[in-house]
T-cell receptor
Framework: DQQVKQNSPSLSVQEGRISILNCDYT??????FLWYKKYPAEGPTFLIS?????DKNEDGRFTVFLNKSAKHLSLHIVPSQPGDSAVYFC???????????FGTGTRLKVLA | ETGVTQTPRHLVMGMTNKKSLKCEQH?????MYWYKQSAKKPLELMFV???????ENNSVPSRFSPECPNSSHLFLHLHTLQPEDSALYLC????????????????FGSGTQLSVL
């Protein structure tokens, strides 16, 4: 049973527009969430994180929103750039554990 | 460059071969991880080492054998693998040792793409 789900395997967005990537989780013990970006032939690189005590965290063009009641988080990229084209993974963990549970990823393509 | 280096980048092996994957981190981190990424599946945690001690073996078959000789190096020894073991194997590290801190970021290497024939 997948505890972290990214239901959209792919997403295409026009350059300059907003990209919204979604992630759902089932385990109410999760209280820390991360987004990673992965280019082909490279390992995932950390993008942004959020703790469950917040509902929003912003870093430049990237904003992560957390809706604890819905067990849902989303990553907004504004404005989207062609260099943002990559696979995006969300991950979740619970305090006191070192296990990061990853989703299957969403492939974002930003069209010039 | 994330500070985590994995070799080799690609590996093709037969089912009777023995090979090893190597990971080295230059970040001074205390915890190291092996993850497996199969096609269209989430990253699966295989092993975790904290201060060179294995703290997690996530029901991984014994044909995968990890080794952590020091906090900077991590190996994954492979023997008698199956074709379904073909995947991308990712090494990662995090700063604090397990139990000291939570909410750690993982730093990943570029991975070893393994094909078992």
């Amino acid at each position: 049973d997948q505890q972290v789900k990214q239901n959209s395997p792919s997403l295409s967005v026009q350059e300059g527009r907003i990209s919204i990537l979604n992630c759902d989780y089932t385990n109410s013990m999760f209280d820390y969430f991360l987004w990673y970006k992965k280019y082909p032939a490279e390992g995932p690189t950390f993008l942004i994180s959020i703790s469950s005590i917040k509902d929003k965290n912003e870093d430049g063009r990237f904003t992560v929103f957390l809706n604890k009641s819905a067990k849902h988080l989303s990553l907004h990229i504004v404005p989207s750039q062609p260099g943002d084209s990559a696979v995006y993974f969300c991950a979740a963990s619970a305090t006191g554990t070192y296990k990061y549970i990853f989703g299957t990823g969403t492939r974002l393509k930003v069209l010039a | 460059e994330t500070g985590v280096t994995q070799t080799p980048r690609h590996l093709v092996m037969g089912m009777t071969n023995k090979k090893s994957l190597k990971c080295e981190q230059h970040l001074g981190h205390n915890a190291m991880y092996w993850y497996k990424q199969s096609a269209k599946k989430p990253l699966e945690l295989m092993f975790v080492y904290s201060l060179e001690e294995r703290v997690e073996n996530n029901s991984v078959p014994s044909r995968f054998s990890p080794e952590c000789p020091n906090s900077s190096h991590l190996f994954l020894h492979l023997h008698t693998l199956q074709p379904e073991d073909s995947a991308l194997y990712l090494c990662a590290s995090s700063q604090e040792s397990i139990g000291v801190s939570t909410n750690e970021k993982l730093f990943f290497g570029s991975g070893t793409q393994l094909s078992v024939l």
